[in-house]
């Protein structure tokens, strides 16, 4: 064993040394002499197709090599075959079809891949195949994707939950029917990112702390909500989408008898979704009827109508004995509810300032976690709202305003109105590691939190059925209305979506409950309005909705009209008339003037009368905004004048003023409606 070393140590000395030793100049020339050869496969050749470039990528792989690609352990590989799906689906979007099964399950395996850029360029890559191939054919994929989406959401790293998002983010928006059909298996395992079961047998939850260092648990929970405002949104705009695209109503096809079948049924099959059309075409010359019975109206009636269940407490039944629309929405409304309350607590402001109203500044995070919460609140509002539309009972809301109105105004409403507080400066903000992204940086957050305060506004006024007729003066309402009022008289917003938002609010509290009582502080929010509208320089569009606001108030129900004092709208509606005298007009607003006309208003027809000879000479040149069709705001025109009481006042509108018009067709339907209406006078 010895001696080998020491063979070993003499063999190395006795090889040549070229340290500090050069070759001679001949010797130290590459030799170039020698030939080579391309290696040509033809059957490769074959399945490039390299006649048609277009089925081609970039590198000059096909479909079949990019997929085998994505197979590959090298990241760089896998990188590679997902650009180049996509740059084939981008060239020929028909040749994805030839493969399409192997396609959406290689690529959507790549969701849960281990590396970072992987698993974005396939959700990447994804989302160019269903834009490619639309809903209807991918509904034979549906399970793979929701296997994919469920194991994503539930994996055990927390990075590939959290670009588990991205995946959801694609299926919204390119497949909300998935997500819409699998709502039952998605939403559980999507609140399991951000919250437990308390227990296993109930459905309320509540939060849980996220471990992972590069992102707080409030940004997690701000990533997740902002995907639920989502999910929610497609889940309201389909029930929307189902109710207005119901298909044109037709006369039952009359289905022959099976005689040969004695147990053949001789009632029509129910169908839920079909209404009943009663075909009633009118006749000048027959008697002005309706039937009230009609052979196609003897239908059998559901079972699932009569034995309905009930919408109590039914803390005893298990998750799977939830099988009803309405206790699904109920146990989605359980299930949230106490999960976006606990969000608000954790980043609530806590503590007062030294000054005043310091303990309702909202950090950065506080202000964008509220914003969420509040269009969830609205959206299961209105999720709620359908479906006590569609079953035609009102026992859905009446728990949800029992279960979750003293606890709104408790957690919520207490430090109402709110605002943001400053923002930070470069040296006091903390670094932020390059994995860490602001919250939600595409949406800013308003300084004064217009959006957030008016929709606290509008959520509580509809956990409160009678907020308008209290007797006794609330708390709460009463800081509400202050703000409004405020607000009102400093009409100064940025943006069109704190206006929308602030007349939707002004058009709820004033109109739109089926409360017909008036209290002291809702009638000085509508005197505010009024003074505003009559003295403030508003812009035009503004004016015209607050001007079909007031009109629907007064048309909409006398009572309330009355309720509200008629004293307070005296003054605007002597103004009205004078809005035809000007060089243009909406067509909204005359659509308002003219029910006012058809209501019979007194104190506007006064001052229509006043000026009916101005608001003729001014027909010519007046310009209707907004028409549907060419001389539509011209008709209403007519139709309005069509209330003119007085005969004198007519006749000489027939003879002189309408004789001015030079288009005849125009003079021709001024005469004729005030004739009519001249002989309607005389009789």
Same mark, same amino acid.
């Given at each position: ?598 209501? /019979? ?5 006064? &001052? @229509?009368?006043? #000026?009916?000879?101005?608001? =003729?000479?001014?027909? +010519?040149? %007046? *310009?209707?905004?907004?028409? /549907? ?5 011209? &008709? @209403?025109?007519? #139709?309005?004048?069509?209330? =003119?009481?007085?005969? +004198?006042? %007519? *006749? ?32």
């Amino acid at each position: 064993m010895g001696g080998s070393s020491k063979k070993f140590k003499k063999a190395e000395k006795s090889k040549i040394k070229l340290k500090g030793a050069k070759l001679p100049k001949g010797a130290n020339v590459t030799k170039t002499n020698f030939k080579v050869r391309k290696i040509v496969v033809p059957d490769q050749l074959k399945q490039r197709n390299l006649t048609n470039a277009a089925v081609l990528s970039n590198k000059n792989l096909t479909l079949k090599d990019c997929l085998a690609k994505l197979k590959l352990n090298n990241v760089s590989s896998k990188i590679e075959g997902l650009r180049g799906v996509r740059e084939i689906i981008t060239k020929m979007p028909s040749e994805l079809h030839r493969m399409l099964s192997s396609v959406v399950k290689d690529v959507t395996s790549l969701s849960i891949d281990i590396e970072h850029d992987v698993r974005r360029d396939a959700y990447k890559t994804l989302g160019c195949i269903l834009a490619a191939c639309g809903q209807s054919v991918m509904v034979p994929f549906y399970e793979v994707l929701l296997s994919f989406l469920r194991c994503s959401m539930t994996h055990i790293q927390s990075r590939i939950q959290e670009d588990s998002l991205l995946l959801l983010d694609v299926l919204l928006q390119y497949l909300p029917e998935l997500v819409v059909a699998n709502r039952d298996k998605i939403l559980p395992q999507f609140l399991d990112m951000i919250s437990k079961l308390r227990t296993e047998s109930k459905p309320g939850r509540t939060l849980t702390i996220n471990l992972d260092k590069q992102s707080t648990s409030t940004r997690w929970r701000v990533k997740v909500l902002s995907r639920l405002t989502g999910i929610l949104k497609i889940l309201i705009d389909s029930k929307r989408t189902r109710n207005e695209s119901a298909e044109p109503l037709e006369e039952p096809v009359s289905v022959a008898e099976d005689e040969d079948n004695p147990f053949a049924s001789k009632v029509p099959d129910y169908q839920p979704d079909k209404a009943v059309q009663i075909n009633y075409t009118f006749d000048r010359a027959s008697t002005l009827f309706l039937p009230i019975q009609k052979r196609h109206l003897y239908t059998t009636c559901p079972m699932d109508v009569l034995f309905r269940k009930s919408t109590g407490t039914d803390k005893d039944l298990s998750l799977g004995d939830r099988v009803d629309d309405g206790r699904k929405l109920k146990m989605y409304v359980e299930m949230l509810m106490p999960v976006l309350f606990e969000s608000w607590l954790e980043v609530r402001p806590t503590g007062t300032g030294a000054e005043p109203g310091q303990e309702h500044a909202l950090t950065q995070e506080a202000a964008v976690t509220l914003e969420l919460l509040m269009a969830i609140f609205i959206q299961l509002w209105d999720l709620t709202v359908q479906y006590c539309g569609e079953t035609n009972n009102d026992d859905m809301k009446r728990w949800f305003r029992e279960e979750y109105g003293a606890k709104f105004c408790t957690h919520i409403l207490g430090g109402f109105p709110y605002y943001q507080s400053g923002t930070e400066t470069k040296s006091q903000q903390p670094k932020r590691s390059k994995t860490t992204a602001p919250i939600l940086s595409e949406k800013t957050v308003d300084d004064h939190c217009y959006r957030h305060n008016f929709n606290i506004c509008y959520f509580y006024c509809c956990l409160h059925e009678q907020f308008r007729g209290g007797k006794k003066k609330s708390q709460p309402y009463t800081k509400i209305v202050e703000y409004v009022k405020r607000c009102v008289m400093n009409w100064k917003f940025r943006g069109a979506e704190a206006t929308n938002l602030l007349l939707q609010v002004l058009r709820y509290m004033l109109l739109d409950t089926d409360c017909m009582q008036v209290n002291q502080e809702t009638r000085t929010l509508l005197q505010t309005l009024l003074e505003v509208y009559i003295t403030a320089k508003l812009p035009q569009d503004i004016r015209n909705r607050i001007l079909v606001l007031f009109c629907d108030i007064i048309v909409g129900s006398d009572s309330l009209w009355r309720r509200y004092g008629q004293e307070l709208f005296t003054l605007w509606l002597k103004m009205l008339p004078n809005l035809l005298c000007k060089p243009s007009i909406d067509m909204e607003v005359l659509k308002a003037l003219l029910c006012l006309g058809q209501r /019979g208003n007194v104190p506007f027809l006064e &001052v @229509l009368e006043a #000026n009916a000879k101005q608001i =003729v000479a001014n027909m +010519e040149m %007046i *310009r209707v905004t907004n028409e /549907g069709e060419q001389g539509e705001g011209f &008709v @209403l025109i007519c #139709n309005l004048l069509f209330y =003119v009481r007085k005969r +004198e006042l %007519i *006749r000489e509108l027939i003879d002189f003023d309408a004789q001015g018009l030079k288009d005849a067709t125009q003079r021709e339907r001024l005469c004729s409606t005030l004739e009519l209406k001249l002989g309607m006078l005389q009789e």
